[in-house]
Every structure is written in C-alpha cells, then in structure tokens.
C-alpha cells in the first residue's frame, strides 16, 4: 500500500516561490500517475496538477505557468515548483495517486500572505 509523506511548505509574500516534495514508499512508484492536490480552509479538496509515467502533465487552469510539476521514479519523489503565488494559493498541499487513493498524509501547509 502506497504512502505519502509531503514536505516543503512555509510561509510567502504574494509573488514569492516554494518547491514542495512528496516521498512516496510501499508501492511501485514508477508506474502509476502521481498527482498534487490542495485544501484551502473551508473549501473542499481540488485537484492542482498531476504527472503520469511517461511525463505528461495535466494543470488546473488557475495555476498554469506558474506550478511545475516533476516526478523522479528512482528516488520514489515528485515535486511541486510553485512560482508567482498568490494568496488564494493558500492552503494544504497534499500528494497521491491521481485518481486519488483513500490513503491522504498529512499535507504541507503554504500560505502566501504579505
């Protein structure tokens, strides 16, 4: 059973870039999708980006051109770049399979505030 542990959040000013990481283990991770999802406060759970396994990638309009998604299957790692954030970016981050699985870590928390 896969899982995954997310890291990298913080806090930044609007306009400002974080690169998260998701270390995925217990499973083979080349071979299946590896999406980003976020939970901002009082919203439901969205869909940010995912990667398959041949490196294709798929953005949620309101992010295009500013989040860059990448996956590394030796190390069992994906990472989210995030430039140019804006507060609305704000929220828990949170890696799995895309279609997501039932088994969520804990997320990262990013909050772009000045």
């Known amino acids: 059973q896969v899982q995954f542990v997310e890291s990298g959040g913080g806090l930044v000013k609007p306009g400002g870039s974080l690169r998260l990481a998701c270390a995925a283990s217990?499973?083979?991770?080349?071979?299946?999708?590896m999406g980003w999802y976020r939970q901002a406060p009082g919203k439901q759970r969205e869909l940010v980006a995912f990667i398959n396994s041949d490196g294709n990638t798929y953005y949620v309009d309101s992010v295009k051109g500013r989040f860059t998604i990448s996956r590394d299957n030796a190390k069992k790692m994906g990472n989210l770049q995030m430039n140019s954030l804006k507060p609305e970016d704000t929220a828990v981050y949170l890696c799995n399979k895309y279609p997501a699985t039932h088994n969520w870590g804990k997320g990262t928390l990013v909050t772009v505030s000045s």
């Open positions: 217990g499973s083979i991770f080349s071979i299946y999708t």
